[in-house]
């Protein structure tokens, strides 16, 4: 499978286009259609059309390859951790901000090559704007008509009033800790895989993620984020946060522009 083919790029990117614009339909209608799962996590009308789309698209391309998402998480790891190529898939990440209607909802779609993410495509459907990346060719947001590639910002750790990126929904006592480490530090809120993108597009420079995240929520937004020139390590690590593991669920990580320091600083702060 060649993933650095363009034709490939430009199918996944219309089929996210086609599945976020069919979730702001439903975003904008008068029924979300909001039921509750067994966790009591939201789910909604535009989830599962999102998904249908989605797997709809990837099974008209040419290469037949395995899907990892929510719907899919119980696949064997056997079946599974051999697969030389794997598309790993969020059809609604942010459930939780789209019913709050407050637009921070987005549709990710990535390629695994073994355990790394090499291609990743998130799109924003509030603001139809599309960002992506291939490994080794950069990343790229479209908005408003217009192409631009994406820089991460240098930073080190020491400056002072570094933008943080943190979740509505998981600002902790190890968080604030974290925070509390840093030079009067201030935070960003964000849902979703926005809070990669802000960091890519030069917005923020740190992203700690002390709480559960599963890798369909990651996988896309993260090889943007590298190819915009930052990286995600695991917490109290060294190690890039990798994928099509036995266990889904994340380590706790940080995401971050171009750190001018060596990656041990972080945690000596």
């Not at 089929?15 to 029924?31: N, P, Q, R």
């Not at 249908?52 to 008209?60: F, R, T, V, Y």
């Not at 459907?125 to 217009?146: H, N, S, T």
């Not at 590639?149 to 998981?170: K, M």
Request: charged share 25%.
């Amino acid at each position: 499978m060649n993933y650095k083919d363009p034709s490939l790029l430009s199918k996944i990117k219309e089929i996210i286009t086609e599945a976020g614009k069919a979730t702001l339909e439903i975003y904008t209608s008068s029924d979300i259609g909001l039921e509750l799962k067994s966790d009591e996590s939201p789910l909604t009308k535009a989830d599962q059309s999102s998904h249908n789309i989605i797997m709809e698209g990837l099974s008209g391309l040419n290469v037949q390859i395995p899907v990892i998402s929510e719907e899919h998480k119980n696949q064997a790891f056997a079946e599974r951790r051999d697969a030389s190529y794997q598309w790993i898939v969020d059809p609604l990440d942010g459930t939780k901000e789209f019913v709050k209607r407050n637009g921070e909802f987005t549709i990710n779609i990535g390629l695994l090559e073994g355990s790394e993410v090499v291609l990743g495509c998130v799109y924003i459907p509030v603001q139809d704007a599309l960002y992506w990346a291939v490994q080794g060719e950069g990343a790229y947001r479209l908005k408003d008509g217009q192409e631009v590639q994406l820089n991460a910002p240098d930073f080190s750790i020491e400056d002072t009033g570094l933008a943080v990126v943190c979740s509505r929904s998981h600002l902790n006592e190890e968080t604030t800790a974290f925070l509390n480490r840093l030079h009067e530090a201030k935070t960003i809120s964000f849902g979703s895989s926005l809070k990669f993108l802000k960091i890519a597009e030069g917005d923020a420079e740190l992203y700690p993620r002390i709480a559960p995240t599963m890798e369909w929520d990651t996988a896309a937004a993260q090889i943007i984020l590298e190819e915009a020139g930052g990286r995600v390590v695991q917490w109290q690590s060294t190690n890039k946060v990798i994928y099509n593991k036995e266990n889904l669920l994340n380590p706790y990580f940080v995401a971050m522009g171009k750190m001018k320091e060596e990656l041990t600083s972080l945690w000596q702060a």
